[in-house]
DNA sequence: TTCTAAAAAGCTAACCGTTAGTGTTACGGT
DNA sequence: ACCGTAACACTAACGGTTAGCTTTTTAGAA
């Protein structure tokens, strides 16, 4: 409760750090399947059991910064303005983290995500997992009043803009192109106004 | 090209068909994860290697029979009547598989798919794969006139309406409510008329 | 029929990710 | 100063998967 800064918490921070980093640096240069957990828990100067105690599985390894996806879909719905539609805000949030797979400073990440399977499964797996945040972030919210149906299915269009994004050559236009398509089909759910 | 029906090929597909067959009846008596591939092999009388030869992973034992999920889809695209609409169309095929699947005889088996994060996980790959073979599909046929962005958005948006019906309590209806929203989708990616 | 090339199946032995079991240290609260 | 526990380490294994190599079976030519 009081902010984490026990020494405790500090080292274990650290090593968690400490693991990610050789990790990224490892795959990097060498090719994801060319390193072995092994070799990153030496390197990292950790037990191999430590290093499963910081992340669940080698992938895990990979999208140590950026967790925070779920987090910010779901808050794009929750902390709109009362009167801010909806698609847009969500259209404005994946556009800002398409952006950020394509900076500079990340790219090189993402095309190695992009290159190797088990880490577009291990990415797909967080994406679903956004897409039910998501859905329950709109199903809870009155003021949009659409079905639990409609809701997972709108939440599931938004990810898949953002898969589609990733894999084209003109990212922020597909996002615009997808997203128009959403519009549509979110204005299809809408419940009749003649009661 | 000649039907094949040489006793290599037979035989061969008799060995795969035990395997699958011994590997089902395994896994639904005791559960997916408790058993090991070296059993099915064992019980199969197989060798590790021959399992592996015919199948590319442990997963793929599970989904040997509606493996043409994959064609199925594009038929739908392909096939359809000149003047037949896209979306009906492909609405009837999703409401065939998802009935597939909740049929008495594969009930089971859909069950203890769901119930397997890694048999989840494989299913959520084959849909993407099915994604993309449904794009190619719907980009090739100029009768339909979309963008290549919009064939590919079209189409996984259709595997979501399958997705999403697969976790529905009703999935007929979900089927429904999913497509009246895709077809509001599609018709928003229409190329403009008055060129 | 007999022979041969190749496909199919087998065996061994390992690699790799992951986990259980069991200590050992270092820290935080008392 | 002391105790409970969180973090880490070590060993050893398990289960899926594959490489390397040998043996059986089959298709088709001679």
Redesign the pocket.
């Known amino acids: 409760m009081t902010v984490p800064t026990?020494?405790?918490?500090r080292?274990?921070a650290a090593?968690r750090q400490k693991i990610a980093d050789t990790a990224l640096r490892l795959f990097l240069d060498r090719g994801y399947d060319a390193v072995?957990?092994?070799e990153v828990a030496a390197e990292a100067?950790?037990?191999?059991?430590?290093l499963?105690?910081?992340f669940a599985?080698?992938e895990a390894l990979v999208f140590e910064q950026g967790e925070d996806f779920e987090q910010r879909l779901a808050a794009a719905v929750t902390d709109r303005a009362p009167d801010e539609p909806l698609i847009p805000a969500l259209r404005g949030e994946i556009q800002a983290l398409v952006r950020h797979c394509t900076a500079d400073s990340t790219a090189p990440v993402w095309r190695m995500i992009d290159a190797t399977p088990a880490l577009r499964a291990y990415e797909e797996s967080m994406r679903q997992r956004c897409a039910r945040t998501l859905a329950a972030a709109i199903a809870a919210d009155p003021a949009l009043s659409r079905t639990e149906t409609a809701s997972r299915t709108i939440a599931r269009f938004v990810i898949d803009a953002y898969a589609l994004a990733r894999e084209s050559d003109a990212p922020e236009a597909t996002v615009d192109e997808v997203f128009s398509m959403i519009e549509a089909a979110w204005e299809a759910a809408a419940p009749s106004r003649r009661t």
Do not use: L, P, Q, W
């Open positions: 026990g020494r405790r918490e080292k274990k090593t072995g957990i092994r100067d950790v037990a191999v059991t430590t499963f105690s910081h599985c080698k």
